[in-house]
């Protein structure tokens, strides 16, 4: 997985409202390539993920190209040129990538920009005393 280009921007302070999170994955071309590290052709998969904040006090957007080794590659491109559809079990193993690798970098470029989080981190709460009943 490539990353081509980061783009990410605050406008203004936070809102005092309550912020609206919402992260897409896009995938914008497929084609078939030469992967000359393995001598095999692979599926070359450009994308989008943008995350906006909504009121629109920020953006996040990662664009890059992640290879994809599929038995069917030539029929997946060529389905992707005829349609722009990908066979379900390919667009979401894709997908599910994505989110995984992109949210991270997405939730490390939010902490710089001091806007919240795109994912709701664990947090460690202290532990409750125990309550003793006399009776």
């Not at 609206?20 to 994955?25: K, L, M, N, R, V």
């Not at 667009?91 to 599910?96: F, P, R, T, V």
């Not at 690798?101 to 490390?108: D, E, P, V």
Request: charged share 30%.
């Amino acid at each position: 997985m490539n990353v081509r280009g980061i783009e990410a921007s605050k406008k203004g302070e936070e809102a005092s409202q309550k912020i609206d999170i919402s992260s897409t994955p896009r995938i914008t071309d497929i084609k078939e390539v030469d992967f000359d590290l393995i001598g095999k052709k692979v599926l070359s998969v450009a994308y989008e993920f943008t995350t906006t904040y909504e009121p629109q006090i920020g953006r996040i957007k990662i664009s890059g190209e992640l290879f994809y080794m599929a038995r069917d590659g030539k029929d997946i491109a060529k389905q992707w040129k005829k349609d722009k559809k990908l066979p379900e079990p390919v667009s979401l193993e894709i997908l599910n990538h994505l989110f995984r690798r992109c949210l991270l970098k997405t939730a490390q470029l939010s902490e710089d920009l001091q806007l919240p989080p795109p994912i709701q981190m664990p947090r460690v709460m202290p532990k409750k005393p125990e309550t003793s009943y006399v009776g």
